[in-house]
């Protein structure tokens, strides 16, 4: 056989609790080297930390190709309960390792990336060496996956790179650019990146994983919602029958009635309005079958509060798009000249998207807690989500009322929206039953 021109290892790419890197460990090129939480394994693991880990997981076993006689290794799982993934697929048996290779053992447990090294320098000038305190010379290798990182990394890019709205940003950038001077495709397409983006930032807080179909569904029932006869008749009932009659225009009055009258007509009518999709959703899952049940339905407070948002995103959409830009652009013949309508209208949909994660979407997520929490809680359902609406009604009347009063109070008013938001996500990653598959609890460690 010829000659061993590479060697073998795995380095750890994915550490449980810790930003702590740890070395590569060397395969051997005579033995099998077994992996496990057995302190009697050559790659010992800690038995505490990795409890998905069998106590003889898995072994490498090095072996020669019969067309050139190179060293290789495969690796072969010993009958682990949890089992071993190579590349995200279950192994069976055993897998003849290439480089980048990604291994898994048990879902959720360690990762390593299997690399060659070459037993020569690669990029070094001939007789060149490092030298270690100890006085002996170490070469300076270079591996394949240093040299080409996708190699080993691909896997990774969509679930710790943020991939996929890269891509996202890229697609509207293209679209964006095609639409100019069309203010109205211009205006959409910046709605919905916009809320897209929020939507993300408040996904990635929760940490629970839901189908994007359901989240989508969500806005677009609130938006037929909207645009139905069951609108008018809200109206009717919020702002005729009951004291919600919004404010006219140079209207004087108090600022406690001009508070009562938001809570009502602002308040009471769009959270109710907005928790019709969530409670929609709620019975459909109730009727659906494991899995889907718990893919669609709202079991814990953390899939109330998702659903709150994306039906928060259908109601400033249609809000921002179907009612306050358009009447900014009608304005269009100002002394400013022309185009002056669209101007204003981009520059109103832009803090108003982006105020609905103080707004909007601040005060439907926070009583989508209180209705995940009502189903945790079934015996105190009712008490939970009447104090649920309140307060999030309350909070969208004190902004509404604010906006008439001043622009200091109005800040704060709307940072203290997003606190209560905040919290609450905070509390449903702890109340969470899926709390050890929660992505973000598992990111930031609470």
């Known amino acids: 056989m010829t000659s061993q021109n590479y060697r073998g290892f795995i380095r750890p790419i994915s550490i449980k609790n810790t930003a702590i890197t740890l070395p590569a460990y060397p395969l051997s090129d005579e033995r099998e080297v077994v992996i496990g939480r057995d302190p009697s394994c050559d790659i010992p693991l800690d038995p505490n930390q990795y409890l998905m880990v069998s ?32 590349n995200g697929k279950s192994l069976h048996g055993c ?6 290779d990604c291994i898994e053992l048990g879902q959720d447990g360690p990762q390593f990336i299997f690399e060659y090294q070459l037993t020569t320098p690669l990029l070094s000038p001939p007789h060149h060496h490092n030298h ?21 990394t691909g896997r990774d890019l969509t679930q710790k790179a943020f991939f996929v709205p890269a891509i996202v940003t890229v697609i509207f950038v293209v679209l964006l650019f095609a639409a100019v001077g069309q203010a109205m495709a211009f205006n959409l397409l910046i709605a919905t990146y916009l809320t897209g983006a ?14 994007w179909w359901v989240l989508a569904g969500c806005a677009g029932f609130t938006i037929l919602i909207l645009v139905s006869p069951l609108l008018p008749l809200f109206i009717i009932i919020f702002r005729d029958i009951l004291p919600g009659k919004l404010p006219t225009e140079g209207e004087n009055i108090s600022f406690l009635t001009l508070l009562i009258r938001m809570f009502f007509g602002a308040g009471l009518m769009e959270e109710l309005l907005k928790s019709l999709p969530i409670l929609l959703v709620y019975f459909i899952g109730r009727l659906l079958q494991s899995p889907w049940r718990e893919k669609v339905g709202i079991w814990e407070p ?15 959409l249609l809000e921002t798009l ?50 995940g929490l009502s189903v945790l809680k079934p015996r105190k359902a009712w008490q939970i989500i009447t104090i649920g609406y309140i307060c999030a009604a309350s909070l969208h009347a004190l902004w509404n009322a604010m906006g008439f009063v001043s622009v200091v109070l109005l800040i704060i008013i709307g940072i203290l929206s997003y606190a209560f938001l905040a919290a609450a996500i905070l509390k449903a990653r702890a109340l969470s039953p899926t709390r050890s598959q929660n992505f973000a609890t598992r990111f930031f460690g609470d």
């Open 55 to 86: 106590r003889h997981h898995a072994k490498f076993h090095p072996f020669y190709l019969p067309e050139n006689g190179l060293l290789r290794w495969e690796i072969c799982d010993l009958g682990s309960i949890n089992g071993t993934y190579i």
């Open 322 to 371: 179907g009612q306050y830009v358009p009447n900014i652009i009608d304005m269009g013949t100002l002394p400013t000249g022309e185009g002056s309508g669209q101007l204003l209208g981009l520059q109103l949909l832009i803090p108003r998207i982006l105020g609905s994660v103080a707004g909007h979407i601040a005060y439907s997520g926070y009583l989508g807690y209180f209705i």
């Open 132 to 152: 270690t305190s100890s006085g002996h010379s170490k070469p300076d290798y270079v591996t394949f996956t240093q040299l080409f990182p996708l190699a080993s």
């Open 198 to 211: 929020i939507s993300y930032f408040i996904y990635q807080l929760c940490g629970k994983s839901k189908p």
């Open 95 to 100: 897998h003849k390792l290439q480089a980048g």
């Open 302 to 316: 953390l899939d109330g509060i998702l659903l709150g948002t994306a039906s928060a995103v259908g109601f400033t």
